[in-house]
């Protein structure tokens, strides 16, 4: 049986004079982008010419809508109303589809994120309203959510088709929930340590928590954070590993 796994990462995240990320070279290594909307990251030329470099090297394109948050970079815990989530997923999604159509082509999916991506796993009134926008936007896109959260819940209640992810460079509780960035244990440096934990998520269904206990997880895609400093290495290496052990990357397809 031949096994595929999709490799995306959050790219498109500079801002002005200010760059963040090695995207020309990351992007060569997976298969879905997450592209930056303007609110946590990214300006208008910078979607521009990401939608132009993901075209050019044939990875899916999907919306990244985070919190307005610049200042934080989308990573701090803002207090939201559903409505307002909905609305500004509305706002983003089409913002990055204008540049999308300027190349002639179309996004894919759409991953919420940073701190709306989590408060979104845990909290199924947010998980609705992005859900919704994104139905109401265009049914046809696919949505990525934490593997198991709410918001995997609530694409499916509404009928869009889910991809669940799971991260190379994060660690996980007990309740499935990643570990907090503000924790000293919150992120995996050691790539032979993220790799064992990649395969196990793939091959066997099974993560370790921090607590110690193993949790079962369905692994549709594989994120690795664009904005690391170590991130091109790592999805270098990611990607030959998994293909040496003949898991092949390929980005989900819309059924």
Do not use: W
Not at 170 to 175: F, L
Request: hydrophobic residues 40%.
């Amino acid at each position: 049986m031949k096994r595929t796994i999709d490799l995306n990462s959050d790219i498109g995240e500079s801002f002005g004079a200010y760059q963040i990320g090695n995207d020309a070279e990351v992007i060569k290594y997976i298969s879905s982008a997450n592209i930056a909307c303007g609110y946590h990251a990214g300006d208008h030329n910078v979607m521009h010419e990401t939608i132009k470099l993901a075209v050019k090297e044939k990875v899916k394109i999907g919306a990244h809508p985070g919190l307005p948050d610049l200042l934080g970079f989308g990573r701090r815990v803002l207090q939201v109303e559903p409505n307002d989530v909905y609305n500004f997923t509305i706002y983003q999604l089409g913002a990055l589809e204008g540049f999308a159509k300027l190349h002639q082509t179309t996004l894919h999916h759409v991953k919420p994120h940073g701190a709306l991506f989590n408060m979104a796993s845990t909290d199924i009134l947010l998980a609705r309203a992005i859900a919704e926008a994104v139905y109401d936007f265009n049914p046809q896109l696919l949505l990525f959510g934490l593997a198991g959260g709410k918001l995997i819940q609530a694409g499916q209640e509404i009928g869009l088709q889910v991809v669940e992810e799971v991260f190379a460079d994060r660690t996980y509780q007990a309740d499935g929930t990643l570990t907090p960035r503000t924790s000293p244990n919150a992120i995996i440096t050691d790539f032979d340590e993220a790799l064992e934990r990649v395969y196990r998520m793939i091959l066997k269904g099974e993560v370790e928590t921090i607590e110690g206990p193993v949790m079962p997880i369905n692994a549709q895609t594989v994120c690795v954070h664009g904005d690391s400093t170590h991130a091109l290495d790592f999805v270098k290496r990611l990607k030959l590993e998994l293909e040496k052990r003949e898991i092949q990357v390929e980005c989900v397809e819309k059924k």
